[in-house]
């Protein structure tokens, strides 16, 4: 989730259709000289130390959970507050897993995805 984090939202990104084109051409741009690519992504816990810490942080203030599709609008949501529930980073590693799969084949990269979901 690092490299996610290390994005930097465009402002004319409106939804996580747009956000994993961002964050799979980044991706195969950092790695266009590897002839393969392993990419691995965070596990998720919902009941953990740093889950209670992410909490925390947050000051009392509700952390929302976002449903990850093409077409949910992140154009208002600030990339730290769309990533501050657990269950938004779960579905959102899987859904960007995906988008790099599909990404890295249509460009013919040889890419090994690993994600808990169903990667």
């Given at each position: ?40 992504f965070d596990r998720y816990y919902v009941t953990s ?69 169903q990667c």
């Amino acid at each position: 989730m690092a490299d996610v984090q290390s994005l930097q939202k465009l402002e004319n990104i409106t939804n996580c259709s747009q956000l994993a084109d961002q964050f799979t051409t980044r991706i195969l741009e950092r790695y266009k000289d590897a002839d393969e690519v392993h990419l691995v992504f965070d596990r998720y816990y919902v009941t953990s130390l740093k889950g209670a810490t992410r909490d925390r942080r947050y000051g009392g203030q509700p952390v929302i959970a976002y449903h990850i599709t093409d077409a949910t609008n992140i154009a208002k949501v600030p990339l730290k507050r769309l990533l501050s529930h657990v269950k938004t980073n779960m579905e959102l590693t899987g859904y960007l897993a995906e988008k790099m799969l599909v990404k890295a084949h249509a460009e013919e990269k040889q890419m090994v995805v690993a994600c808990v979901s169903q990667c």
